[in-house]
């Protein structure tokens, strides 16, 4: 699990009290959060973001209309946005599933109701895309970081329908110590450790990877129904999940799959 020292809340330079009240809304959320020891509210004023990083280092969390921005460094912030999974989600309305939803598609029926828990969310692509897929699914969606935890799952919440926001749960925690205490929960687990597609510090993937605390994977083995894992073709991780690793000739990102015969699985 992650901690922060610090995080500071502001709204965009052009305000309202829409923006201040996302903010102290905000405030009492992530103050009550333990493993966050100091929230801050600045006033922006006129500031520039690297005006604001040039008298403190701590991150900042920018209140927009279009939602909230995560900033760790003035350079590039981390948010919600749809961007790669706007095109496999058009690619879908030609029969061209993406490597994740064809594997999913193989394990069990597409109308079928199952709990996909997505043990990585990260910028919550790949749960967004699980959740527009499936329509009985529902998403355990985990993220170790505390704050991006919040702006991925603030900033998902406005893109989704009342009516699919009723099947993803949004959970601040290491998912090997919540997979422990719910594996009866868990049908699908999913895991994508992997930030090697994007080796370009600048953009958000390179951001996010920066900034994440890698810790040592527990034995989950009994944990879960099927376990799918999307990792670099060389990462160890294949054997340490002793997982089947799928080769892509012309792909680094390589997937894993494991099934376990779980006792009333409803899946096998
Ligand atoms: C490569 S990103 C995942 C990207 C994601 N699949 C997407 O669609 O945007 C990996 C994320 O997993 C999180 N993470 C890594 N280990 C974790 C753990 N043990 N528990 C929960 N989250 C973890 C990291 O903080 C990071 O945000």
Known sequence: MNTVTKVRLTTAVKTNASLYKQVEDAFDMLKSNLNIKDVCIVERKKLTITQLFAVDQSPVIVFLS?????????????????????????????????????????IQHP?????????????????????NSFPNVVVYSIEQNPLIHFVISEGMKRAL???????????????????????????????????????????RMGELSKHINSNKCMDLSNSYETLILKAHYKSPLFKQFNVFQCIRKSSKTHYGLRRNKRKNSSLI
Request: glycine share 4%; aromatic share 14%.
């Open 66 to 106: 279009n939602g909230p921005k995560l900033y760790f460094s003035p350079r590039v912030p981390i948010y919600f946005h749809l961007d790669t999974t706007k095109v496999k989600i058009n690619m879908q309305k030609e029969n061209n599933q993406p490597i994740l939803i064809d594997m999913l598609n193989h």
């Open 111 to 131: 109308q079928q109701s199952f709990h996909f828990v997505d043990g990585t969310m990260g910028f919550g692509r790949d749960s967004y895309l699980v959740l």
């Open 161 to 203: 329908t009342e009516d699919v926001l009723k099947r993803i749960y949004f959970i601040n925690d290491d998912y090997n110590h919540w997979i422990k205490r719910n594996s009866e929960k868990v049908n699908i687990l999913y895991l994508d450790h992997m930030f090697e597609e994007t080796m370009n510090p600048d953009d």
